[in-house]
């Protein structure tokens, strides 16, 4: 019996794992960060506010944020599963997610992976890690509003990635909605983290007469999985 030939596979290239694992490790510090907001969280849950409205964007332009290693494969499987050529993604931060999900549109012989970020130093920093992990040829990030920036995208779109200020997932989903051809895949992440911000989000997705049939996965800290199935 010959051998079968080396199955190319973007996400477990060197160049790529060695990026990753950097950006994973650099995050586990977010946790040390995130202690030093309890005060305000805690004044914050006292006044009624969601950790939504607490976590402001000065607040959180050090920290990552980021994916796990299982929600980030997830991703990957999921795209490369639907053969996702155009994936867009609304939240890079430092860039840890995009490169699962840039991976997939490469492996997938895809045409591009669109992300978004507001933070100037996270937005520059993202364009470094990519092209450190060799994507940069399948990626591209815009920096601004993101109701600006995702104004215009090639279609139909494959596959959504929510991951931004979670007030926006709705006006962000309903720009992107007539964009998505049926079959496509709209997750969305921190729904356990976030519940009350976005708990009309969820039962948007879940309601079943708004051409999405929706559940969701305990993955992370909550990971809405949203399949189109009307345009």
């Not at 969280?41 to 969601?50: D, R, V």
């Not at 409205?53 to 959180?60: G, R």
């Not at 060799?134 to 215009?152: A, P, Q």
Request: overall charge neutral.
């Amino acid at each position: 019996m010959g051998f079968s030939p080396a199955i190319v596979n973007a996400l477990r290239n060197n160049r790529t794992q060695q990026v990753l694992d950097r950006l994973h490790t650099s995050a586990r510090a977010d946790k040390y960060k995130f202690m030093g907001f309890i005060p305000r969280f805690l004044w914050g849950t006292l006044q009624g506010k969601s950790a939504g409205e607490i976590l402001t964007p000065e607040m959180a332009k050090d920290i990552y944020m980021p994916v796990s290693r299982t929600q980030g494969n997830f991703k990957y499987q999921t795209a490369r599963a639907i053969g996702a050529k155009r994936i867009v993604e609304f939240g890079t931060s430092f860039g840890i997610s995009t490169i699962y999900l840039a991976a997939a549109v490469k492996d997938n012989d895809g045409e591009i992976m669109i992300g978004t970020e507001l933070e100037p130093s996270k937005y520059a920093q993202a364009i470094k890690n990519i092209a450190e992990a060799g994507l940069d040829g399948v990626t591209e990030v815009r920096f601004g509003d993101v109701l600006e920036t995702l104004k215009e995208t090639p279609q139909p779109l494959d596959m959504v990635f929510l991951d931004g200020w979670k007030e926006l997932y709705m006006p962000v989903l309903e720009m992107l909605k007539p964009r998505l051809r049926i079959g496509s895949i709209v997750l969305a992440d921190n729904i356990f983290t976030f519940k009350k911000s976005l708990r009309p989000y969820v039962e948007y997705m879940q309601l079943g007469n708004n051409g999405f049939e929706s559940t969701t996965l305990r993955i992370g800290d909550g990971l809405e999985y949203s399949v189109c199935i009307s345009e």
